[in-house]
């Protein structure tokens, strides 16, 4: 037996229609099974606060050891993990296809799914998970849903905490007034017949953020590939169901999968590539998708053909070679990697494509911000968030950069929080981009038709 491998990770489909899947005393069995070599190697204890909880169980038990600790005991640390996939991917030696077969997120997924199914899903976090109902009443009332969720709304955001649990003090996510589909829809910019990258068509998978709260980054993307002839289509057939994975409802996610993958495969088929702007998203199509559904033709042809945004530009410049017109963006930039990101597995794309920019200084922080998705904006692990995340806040504050940029639209908020707790004026408060591709759509000089359309 190896101590440990060197080979690249390898993740098995998710077994999630077999019974055994959500029996409780086998999930039992395999829970103790994994913790028991977690306990004994301890490699993952600074990536986020289930390994602490896990160690802290174990070392105050009566013996020292797994086996005195409750079964019950273990759902604080399956209740601290957020999916982010940095132990499987970056920290754990034991993953596939070492023989100790460990895939500690999706022990966590599992164990969720058997709660979903025993116990179901609390009421507000299901209401919660229902992203596109809710942007689309957001969307259609942006100024009062702005209000009400604003942190200077003191009795908005106490009720808010009281019905839905969201903690008052995290910063949520706005509305826009203009769906970024809505916008493609009226215009979209002109296709620069002169760039290398002439003849490559691309469909923006809006996801729910990159639709409802946010569109900059939607904008600027479009904008961007216009100028490096690229033609783009914006479609956002519905969730991507990180959301509900994050629930454990697996058979929810795998509805979402093949409604989304029926809509782009036309697209794909007539040699569209497609492009998730957001990471979280751009992983689902990629590989948990797959996972779920590693039978459905659909499913693998859409993930051979997405993009991360970062990545297809990239991708233009190495191939074709990027349309001139790049100018210097003064005052540098930190670029956090969002986890999601790196989940992908294509190294740091984003700090590759803001060094594209002439003369560009990129700091790179390559640790989690600690949101992890609906889990940070929680009254239960929004102060932990921030914990996981000061390391963080602490180097983009440090830096001394003009700018702060994130691929993840909630880990960027989220640091600025982190930034906001440090307190004192270290080198003055950066600027927060809400995406790196918007960074390079100010280097082409395109601001104009990269704005996002957030409501006040």
Known sequence: MREGSLEAPVRRPLAWRDPDFTDPAKLDAEMRRVFDICHGCRRCFNLCDSFPRLFDLV???PTGELDSVDSKDFKQVVDACTLCDMCFLTKCPYVPPHEFDLDFPHLMLRYRAMEAKTKGVAFADRELAKTDRNGRIGTLAAPLANWVTDRGNTAGRALLERVAGLHREAELPRYASRTLAAQAQRAAPAVNRAAPAYGRKAVLYATCFGNYNDPGPGLATRAVLAHNGVETEVLHPRCCGMPTLEQGLIEEVAAAAREVAAALLPWIERGYDVIAL???CALMLKFEWPLILPEDQAVKRLAEATFDVSEYVVDIARKEGLAPGLKPVAGGMTLHMACHARAQNMGQKAAEMLRLIP?????????????????GFKKAHFETALKVGRPVARQAREAGK?????????AGVHIMQGIERLGGEAK?????????????????GLDATAQGATAP
């Open 278 to 280: 957001v990471p979280s």
């Open 428 to 444: 003055g408060m950066p600027e927060l981009v809400r995406h790196p591709v918007q960074l390079l759509a100010r280097a082409y």
């Open 402 to 410: 003009a700018y702060v940029t994130s691929e993840c639209p909630l």
């Open 59 to 61: 070392d105050a038990s």
């Open 359 to 375: 003369g560009a200084e990129v700091q790179v922080i390559e640790r989690c911000s600690g949101h992890g998705g609906a889990w």
